[in-house]
């Protein structure tokens, strides 16, 4: 078994259980505080994970490059993060989610661009599987006489597209340079995501009074996702971003499969179809990518 697919896989579970959990909870949580719950938990599991397994030195001449790559990486994403919120605000959610599910076709894209990755044509077919089965599961249809007058939501949708590719494959080309260690990636996670969601979710977040249940109920999903980011960020040190990405991206089929479980939610023949379909386009992806 490729040594990237375990921490892809367990990215990919505690992504789907994470975002399971904020359907759950998400009527009784503004989104903001979310984000500032998000940042408290990346700050507690990054770096309890850098207290434990730390080995290179965080700022050096040598690793100069690769702090650089790294923190840039994690701003884009936090700033990607935002525009997808404001989005939201202005536009239809059944097109806008649609849309976020297809960033990892950018990652893809400037991998082979700019990193000169290469796959098997069978996993470029499982790819574009889990990518097409993503973008199913994650339409959900407007209500009715709902409409839409703010464009914002367009520009805000793709440029929040093109930061989460850049930020992937800014990761991936940060493993290329001198000093690239995964531990060190988590402290720069955890600045980048302070100084994007922190500042969102203290400036919008803070309003009204949270009691010790919203934080529990905030603190263990936000908990899961930060714990899927460090599965993703080990993911890519070791194998092909165009890989861990669309994977570990698939995680709507575990929030299907969790929101039937213990939400009570159906499973329509469209979302059975598309779990098919990750699921037949993950069994292709694993295996030699250079």
């Known amino acids: ?48 994970y850098y207290a434990l397994f730390q080995r290179a030195e965080l700022f050096s001449a040598a690793a100069a490059r690769f702090d650089a790559f790294c923190l840039v990486a994690y701003l884009l994403d936090g700033l990607g993060w935002l525009l997808y919120f404001q989005a939201i605000v202005h536009g239809p959610i059944a097109i806008v989610g649609t849309l976020s599910a297809a960033y990892p076709a950018l990652t893809i894209l400037f991998a082979r661009m700019f990193l000169h990755e290469h796959l098997s044509v069978l996993q470029y077919a499982g790819v574009a599987l889990v990518i097409l089965g ?44 001198p000093g690239a260690d995964e531990v060190n990636v988590l402290v720069f996670s955890t600045l980048g ?6 500042v969102y979710g203290l400036a919008r977040g803070l309003k009204g009074a949270a009691n010790p249940r919203e934080w529990t109920r905030s603190f263990v999903p936000m908990g899961m996702l930060a714990g899927g980011d460090i599965g993703f960020i080990v993911a890519t040190r070791y194998g092909p971003v165009s890989l861990t990405t669309p994977l570990s991206g698939a995680y709507p089929v575990i929030t299907v499969i969790f929101a039937r479980l213990v939400l009570g939610e159906r499973v329509g023949l469209l979302q059975g179809a598309c779990i098919a379909a990750i699921l ?3 069994a292709l992806t694993p295996g030699s990518g250079g």
């Open 1 to 48: 078994m490729a040594i990237w697919l375990v921490p892809t896989l367990v990215s990919l579970f505690l992504y789907g259980i994470g975002q399971g959990l904020v359907k759950k909870y998400i009527s009784e949580v503004p989104p903001a505080r979310f984000c500032l719950y998000f940042v408290v938990a990346k700050i507690v599991l990054n770096l309890s």
């Open 134 to 177: 993503c973008l199913g599961l994650s339409y959900a249809p407007s209500p009715a006489g709902h409409s839409i007058t703010d464009p914002r939501w367009i520009p805000l949708s793709f440029v929040a597209l093109l930061l989460w590719g850049c930020s992937s494959t800014l990761l991936k080309a940060a493993y290329r340079l």
């Open 280 to 282: 037949g386009g993950m």
């Open 193 to 198: 995501g302070m100084a994007t969601l922190g």
